[in-house]
């Protein structure tokens, strides 16, 4: 089992940054995969950052190549996404998530078993 817990969301306005944290405990040798993902209301959940907890790749969903950075901190078991210039798109609840995906399935969320409970994003003037 792994337990996972976001942190950092918060109310910007346009054009401004954001850092998410999400902090892993718990059997982390199982998974070789971290994920951040984001829901809007009344959409489905959307793929943002993945990479490999160990290295080996990292992934990003095309409406957020070269705003946003998926990072890790192995020491510290916890990921990060720094996000920049942030738009009103952008906003919605980010999950943090691990498992084992393989490399073809990493921007699809049931390929993660571990989800953290959320952190609000919102991007308005």
């Known amino acids: 089992q792994v337990q996972l817990v976001e942190s950092g969301g918060g109310l910007v306005q346009p054009g401004e940054t954001l850092r998410l944290s999400c902090s892993l405990s718990g059997s982390t040798s199982d998974i070789n995969g971290a994920a951040w993902f984001r829901q809007a209301p009344g959409r489905e959940r959307e793929f943002v950052a993945a990479?490999?907890?160990?290295?080996?790749?990292?992934y990003y969903a095309d409406s957020v190549k070269g705003r946003f950075a998926i990072s890790r901190d192995a020491a510290k078991n916890t990921i990060y996404l720094q996000m920049n210039n942030l738009k009103p798109e952008d906003t919605a609840v980010y999950y943090c998530?691990?498992?084992?995906?393989?490399?073809?399935?990493?921007?699809?969320?049931?390929?993660?078993?571990?989800w953290g409970q959320g952190t609000q994003v919102t991007v308005s003037s």
């Open positions: 998530a691990a498992g084992r995906p393989i490399t073809s399935s990493v921007r699809i969320p049931s390929s993660y078993p571990y």
């Open positions: 990479m490999r907890w160990r290295g080996g790749g990292i």
